[in-house]
């Protein structure tokens, strides 16, 4: 059995998912697990379809980068899968698909994993290098404190006798940041 796995990194990536969704029914896969979480989170879908899989399957994403974290991450994936006697097959691995059926094709696998890995520290280096520069330069000010902009509201909500689950749902943030805001009022 075919199992397909789909996975974007944020909710605003919805098109992206559905066209992995899409792309995995078109091959075949009876099942396909999708989410929309970061790849460094818990991956609730990810891990059910681990468990799902049985002796004879193959587990299809469309991208490498969709399954795994790292090499370290991808060898690990591999490993699980191994044990379950589950194949891997990949549909966009550089214009072409790739399963890990066969010894070269496990191979080529192993090191485009180390290469996307390599291509993302670059990325992180670049990007470090540039919010320094952003904020060396007065540019760069980070994400905008959307919570405590919502401080006099939350102080108004909790006079007004509304616990901090009724707090966040309110003002639509998290009830930690409402319990931290409190604690800060104090």
């Known amino acids: 059995m075919l199992v ?3 996975r974007t990194s944020t909710v ?3 098109a992206g998912l559905e066209n992995q969704q899409s792309a995995l029914l078109a091959t075949g896969c009876m099942k396909v697990f999708a989410e929309q979480v970061s790849s460094v989170a818990v991956r609730e879908q990810f891990d059910l379809a681990l468990d799902f899989v ?3 399957d193959v587990l299809v ?5 969709r399954l795994a974290r790292s090499t370290s991450d991808f060898l690990k994936i591999i490993d699980q899968l191994d044990a379950k ?3 891997l097959r990949i549909l966009d691995f550089g214009g072409s698909e790739i399963d890990t059926k ?3 094709g496990r191979m080529m696998m192993t090191m485009f994993a180390a290469f996307a890995e390599f291509e993302r520290s670059l990325l992180l280096e670049r990007q ?5 520069k952003a904020k060396a330069e007065g540019k760069y000010k980070g994400r905008a404190p959307t919570a405590r902009a919502k401080t006099v509201e939350i102080i108004r909500l909790k006079d007004d006798g509304l616990g ?3 707090i966040a749902k309110e003002t639509g943030i998290s009830r930690a940041s409402v319990y931290r805001i409190l604690a800060d009022a104090a």
Do not use: N, W
């Open 128 to 132: 470090r290098i540039g919010i320094a």
């Open 61 to 65: 994403a469309t991208r490498l980068d």
């Open 12 to 14: 605003e990536q919805e």
């Open 164 to 166: 901090a689950s009724d």
């Open 85 to 87: 006697q589950v194949g």
């Open 54 to 56: 049985r002796d004879g």
């Open 4 to 6: 397909g796995y789909a």
């Open 102 to 104: 066969s010894a070269t």
